[in-house]
């Protein structure tokens, strides 16, 4: 008989999916066990690039630091054609990231270090438990108690395959993409030995060959072609003269993709005639890879004294169309989205999917949150998925020479290729990303009006005002900007604030709180909020038994009077909390304002086009605007919360 | 008979000066010993302040970001003054470090972490044996060998202190401050017991009542008064409002001084009623300085859940006058200057004292420099431990109330006080620190000229021209504006290309390169460098050989030509070195250009007054300037560079 145990939330891969999930399980006191057939993390290879919003992902965990001096950064993108005389020409040198989108711009990282930062901050933590060589064989689920979020439902057979060999090699993995399609080696004949785990939620972060997926009996759906790309870790000798930017050739011979990364290696793409793939699939020989990197920067010299790692790929794109069942499994990164890796976002998208996850999970099982609101993962998350298919096919088709043989431009950059780079390190990034109205996102009022339903209607009060900060998206990731502490100046960006430890954060814009009627209405509100029967305060009375002290709404203050001309102690006591071991809470009032010693601060108001009465905005646990109102709607705001947590929480 | 060792370096104190001096040490690979009686590094209170040039130097071991993002960022100053009716007023709110003249600004950081991270900082280099629990009992000096410096004149007998009671009470300690004067007990009779130590160099940082110090003969001279302060670090719950700035009181009953610190702490400094100093020493007990501070803050409240650490002094400025004896024996931080901890700087000054003298040693020991130059650690050190004594001096007048009870405006700023304070955070802190002319600091002509030399004086050719560079002072260290990377557009501050690593490094201003007088110049400069017999060649090819690949001298270029239009292969190949093994090293051309995605850039030229013809700036391994000149002048620079390196170098 096997051993049995029970965890709250089970996660098969422990690559970076995985461990983003177990990052906020971690963070969140969640009981979790997370498996991994592999013996340790990612080495070298596989995914690189870091997004912005990843970036920022990352610092909500406090990871950001680390991440970000230890990247290289990819400011700039060349652009570089063949000439009919068999030359290379640079057509341009632009910025790579788009300037004030975000405080990080795209870079790049191993994957191996990603994991690594990810998996000290999950362990310093507790709460899960790690198995490594470790893989699941069966699973059943009990759907009689499925509706029943006390229950474990779900049932899975683990086994120890410390001595079973490995099904793949792991250095032939890039992130997002299957390089093998569907034919991994099946899994069954090793069941029965091991431990046996029922656990609450499921989540399958376990690659383009899910088992997790394939248990549940869905697959990815989409095309392949059979052109195939080299991938190689090198370091260059070369004097191609923009080997420290990003860069792309369109050469007669094929293309080449070049990203700058740390410890003076570059990762490169090329474009590979089908005779070479078939070279390179025998022999394993880097080397062939390189020759072809060498033809397509010809005339300039292109060397290196050290292959770190290579593999091959064929272009594909394919996606999974469910992504979440019975609000208890849930598939995530590339278990759910394969593409190309041109676009480096693999990584990004695949911890970006169990960033928007792992909390909801969490607050469910904390019992924060209605388990109903496990469906918008879906909700938000397939559309992500699609839309970055689509942007890897739009690269991918920029990027294939061959395609374009018949043509005269062969070696030229169409225009739709350009904005699809474009948008890779801005909106596709995430930071753009906006989720529609669903349980956690309120509509606008021009969205309710289309819908039907006005201010009578028994939803009305769940909508926000979207008009009083034009420049902020209901449910995308609220901008960040310097802001300054009311009590001492020193600077902050706004997103520091709001680290990931699973509360929802109140913002108050409260304007120029100098003047009698903002005052005013900053009084009226905190005096709302600060009621024993405020849902809010409800809220975090119920959170502080249940989860280590965080608040279930923290409170903040951004006001945009004179800072000196402002006393912390003549402001509402509800944005001065006190204990009697720590005092006054200094933590709760900013100011938009200049810094003394930085360039920034004082544009938060102006960037987001917030006026005289200023708003309130209600942010999630991962920094998505949930809901806007004026200061004087606490009602929207305590409708709009009762609507997502458990009755017996307020 | 005991146990003989040779070291090249013996250091006695593991103190912040003691540290600072070991981290040369490891990264210059200089055998070295480091013994303390502590069996650990301060746990709590003692020091806090940490200046700009200290953030600076601390970063240039790599270790800045660390401390400075756990750092509290003291930004503001507020003064406040008792009425005449027994309230108090704010005076002003100010900037409490100047804008402008570092990255960093004043920021607090418990001695503990920065012994803690300078110690790992040791450890993880080697090179560094750390004794702790050990004690010097005797030595001896062999003065017919102490002009040899391959000898090891110096003999210490050192003890096993484990089991010996603590001469003093190490909590009662401030850095900078002698709170016994001279009477701690005598060490003898605890000789001959463990090893004997041979070095060729010792350094003593064993504090106030270094043990070093006394063999010597040598004592701290100065004045000390009666007042007495109290110190305190404390979690505060009050409701005063600028408890997060950085404050003075000038109360009737007595002046408070407090900062913020990290962990919500804040250290107080109390001014003390006699009968209340003599309560304290009887009792230790924080709670009677708690009351002296409530007392001054009346009518606020101001109390405390938490006095970590409390202690008391006696005002005094006392400073050593021979701080090197023989180029042998040096004598660093409050073993040469003692004074009150109001001014923040002790800390500070200590290893800014061993952040001089260290890479000398080092150069010396590893035959990169001559002995002689050994003598600029007195010429420069001492006249920044008077100068600090001076303004501890003003500062403790402006400070103690009970100076003015017989005048009117008892609790008023005075002028002389205010602008000690601006100097603190400004000047004071080691930014401003100007060494004069001597064997490592160059002349400039005037002062050649007022010396009665004219260029034809064989010293004629070492000389700067400050004119060139009119805001850079011969003798200061450079200071940090944002540069781009020609080739990648990364940005960092000058200050990161210019690690401590015992390099030298000449930075080449050649201002619009694109301009063909300048590109002449340039190629002729990059010509004269790159000969075979050009000293900088010489003395890299001897560096290679005996420092581990670190360069005697970097080369470094900052143009201010458009980067795009400037390609590095065009440039000469001493600007872009090639190693078989890591290609270009593209880490030598920088550019002053505004940066895509920061505030800054662009601004270098203008603000160290650079013009069109550029020049060139040799940097001792401090960053301090030790040579300007034109970028025509090699024969100036070379002449220098054989003034100060051994003949068998070059």
Redesign the interface.
Known sequence: MANRVQTDVLIVGAGPAGLMAAAWMAQMGVRTTIVDQKPYHTRCGRADGLESRTLEILDSFGLG?KVW?EA??T??IALWCGTADGHLRRQS?T?N?K?GWSRF?ESTLSQAKVEEYLMEYVKDRGNVDVKRETAPTSLEIDYDMIDDHDKYPIRLDLEDVTSRPMSHDSSMEVAGLDTSADSSSDDSGYAGLGHVVEAKYLLGCDGARSWVRKQLGLRLEGESSSDSWGVLDI?????F?D???RFIIKASCGTVMMI?RER?LVRIYVELPSHVATQYRESQDGTILMEQVQKAMHPYTMKT??IEWSTIYTVGQRVCRKIGLHNRIFLAGDAIHTHSPKAGQGMNVSMQDTFNLGWKIASVVKGALKPQILETYQQERLPVAERLIALDQRICRGMCSRKDEHKSNYSRFDDDHKRALEEENSSASGLAVVYHPNLLVTSTAPEMASAGLNNENELALNHSQASLAPNLKIGARIPSLLIL?Q????TCHLQQILPSTGQWNLIIFGADIAAPDQARRLSSLAEMLGRPESVIQKLNNHAAVTRRGFESVGINLIHCAER?GI???DLPAIFRPWT?????D?NKVWVDEAA?????GGELYKSFGIGARGCMVLLRPDQHVSFLSDMDDVAGLEQFLTSIVPEQTY
């Open positions: 630091d001096a290289n950064h400011v700039e040198v910025a990231s300037p711009h370091i260059p000798l070369t004097d003269p080997i420290r930017k700058p003076k004294s050290h502490n009590s001492d100046a020193q000196l006393e912390l102690h009697d071991t720590h005092g006054v200094y003394y010693h930085y360039a920034g």
